[in-house]
């Protein structure tokens, strides 16, 4: 299985000069934010496969127009081809009160607090998707850019196989696009594209019961998917 993986920038063999053979294998796409959503309803009609996204800290035009045709994922889990994919957008808080996709420490600590609900129901988490990287990892030394410390407790209590996180751009100088986080999880950042190939896996069996556990938390956040 492929993952098309954006971030920041739109890039312009993927929009202005698309070439179907840039995206040929793709299964998947996933924003981790900052992006147009005229960009991400191009790729995911052009390319016709499902686009999962999380919101960046300028994405405020999601409100007016969110992407359509594409999946949210922020504060819950996705399931793709045995795959459980949660996401948790938005950058640190360094301008403006109550400016929507930035978050202080502790508001973010509340949301992973809020997602545990569906990582208990589904079992773990196998991809996390976010904005912003985890603090020390990635990230740089300006508040702007601050990574998160509770995704860090997050990464070692479920040791998800990958973190796919942007914000960082490459032009800052201090860019690397994969690492290791000291749990284990493959940290990569998504700035522009990168296309990511991970094996193939069976979807899981559950029992009737953890079924329905599943369906009731949708139900009860909204989604249906």
């Known amino acids: 299985m492929n993952i ?8 312009r063999h993927l929009y202005d000069y698309y070439n179907p053979r840039r995206t040929e294998g793709t299964d998947l796409i996933i924003s981790c934010g900052d992006l147009s959503a005229k960009y991400l309803e191009f ?3 052009v390319v016709n496969k499902p686009l999962l996204y999380v919101n960046g800290n300028h994405d405020t035009h999601y409100h007016e127009h969110a992407p359509e045709g594409c999946i949210s994922i ?3 889990i996705y399931e793709f ?3 459980r994919i949660a996401g948790l957008g938005g950058s640190y808080k360094y301008k403006g009160l109550g400016k929507p996709y930035m978050y ?3 508001q973010m600590e509340q949301r992973i607090r809020r997602l545990h609900r569906w990582i208990r129901a589904y079992g773990g988490i196998d991809i996390l998707v ?4 985890a603090e020390g990892f990635g990230d740089l030394d300006d508040l702007p850019h601050w990574g998160f410390d509770g995704f860090n407790d997050l990464l070692r209590e479920c040791r998800p196989k990958m973190m796919l996180y942007g914000h960082v751009h490459k032009e800052y100088g201090e860019f690397q696009r994969e690492m290791i986080h000291d749990s284990g999880t493959r940290l990569i950042n998504c700035y522009g594209s990168i296309m990511i ?4 896996r069976e979807p899981p069996q559950r029992t ?3 079924e329905r556990r599943i369906r009731l938390l949708k139900w009860a956040d909204g989604k249906e998917y």
């Open 74 to 76: 922020e504060d819950r």
């Open 208 to 210: 009737p019961l953890e």
């Open 81 to 83: 081809k045995g795959y």
């Open 104 to 106: 202080t420490e502790k």
């Open 130 to 133: 976010t904005h912003a990287p």
């Open 43 to 45: 790729l995911t009609t």
């Open 4 to 11: 098309l993986a954006l971030s920041d920038t739109e890039v």
């Open 197 to 200: 190939p991970v094996e193939d």
